[in-house]
């Protein structure tokens, strides 16, 4: 289940560094993991995703990094903006149902 | 394209009073669909799920329901609404295998 009574980690970084963030997950059955992104008072928006079958995707200034063995996930981000500040989430699903989301991690990028 | 709305954006109610949240989504056949809950600060907490109509699953016993009257409409309720009830609540859907789409959620007070 889901980390609902911890309050969230925060990670600050200086503008134009790279930001990575982390999550373990806890199914090993799970095959499909997304990365989200939330801004305050918004729904989280989709960042990026990638399935069991793989260990690494790129988007554009993101990489998502996958190891099963370990049940790790985390989220690199390229030359980190002040717009990339928000709380970041991973979900695991089994099949793409019953999305479960890691507690999150607070971005704070600094000027 | 697919859209899902949610309603309303912001809900005010005393403690003892019902409540009905109410999301549809269009442009899609049979999503999947999730009712999640947000604590301030905190992380994503899976209330409920849907693969069908009729067909609720529920991850924590607590003091809501979900109903699934329609293939696109998810509605979350409860009769008698608690001070922890409080929170911001997030519809969801997703095809199959494929990421959650989020409303912009509903941010409820219970006073």
């Known amino acids: 289940g889901e980390s609902v009574g911890l309050h969230l980690p925060t990670l600050s970084v200086q503008e134009g560094d790279n930001s990575i963030i982390n999550c373990a997950y806890s199914?090993?059955?799970?095959?499909?993991f997304i990365w989200y992104k939330q801004e305050s008072g918004k729904g989280p928006q989709f960042i990026i995703d990638?399935?069991?079958?793989?260990d690494k995707r790129q988007g554009q200034r993101v990489t998502v990094l996958l190891n099963k063995t370990v049940k790790h996930l985390s989220l690199q981000i390229a030359a980190t903006q002040p717009g990339d500040s928000a709380v970041y989430f991973c979900?695991?699903?089994?099949?793409?149902?019953?999305?479960?989301f890691g507690p999150g991690t607070r971005l704070s990028v600094l000027p | 394209s697919q859209t899902i709305h949610q309603w309303p954006a912001t809900l005010v109610q005393p403690v003892g009073s019902p409540l009905s949240l109410e999301c549809t989504v269009e442009?899609?056949?049979?999503?999947?669909l999730y009712w999640y809950r947000q604590a301030a600060g905190r992380g994503l907490q899976l209330l409920f799920y849907?693969?069908?109509?009729?067909?609720i699953s529920s991850e924590v016993p607590q003091n809501l329901s979900a109903s699934r009257p329609q293939d696109r409409q998810f509605i979350l309720s409860s009769k008698k609404l608690l001070l922890s009830d409080s929170g911001f609540y997030l519809c969801?859907?997703?095809?199959?295998?494929?990421?959650?789409?989020f409303g912009q959620g509903t941010r409820l007070t219970v006073v």
């Open positions: 979900a695991e699903s089994v099949y793409g149902q019953n999305f479960v």
């Open positions: 969801a859907w997703s095809g199959r295998g494929e990421e959650a789409f």
């Open positions: 990638i399935r069991s079958n793989m």
């Open positions: 849907s693969v069908g109509i009729g067909q």
């Open positions: 199914n090993s059955a799970s095959d499909y």
């Open positions: 442009g899609t056949s049979n999503p999947n």
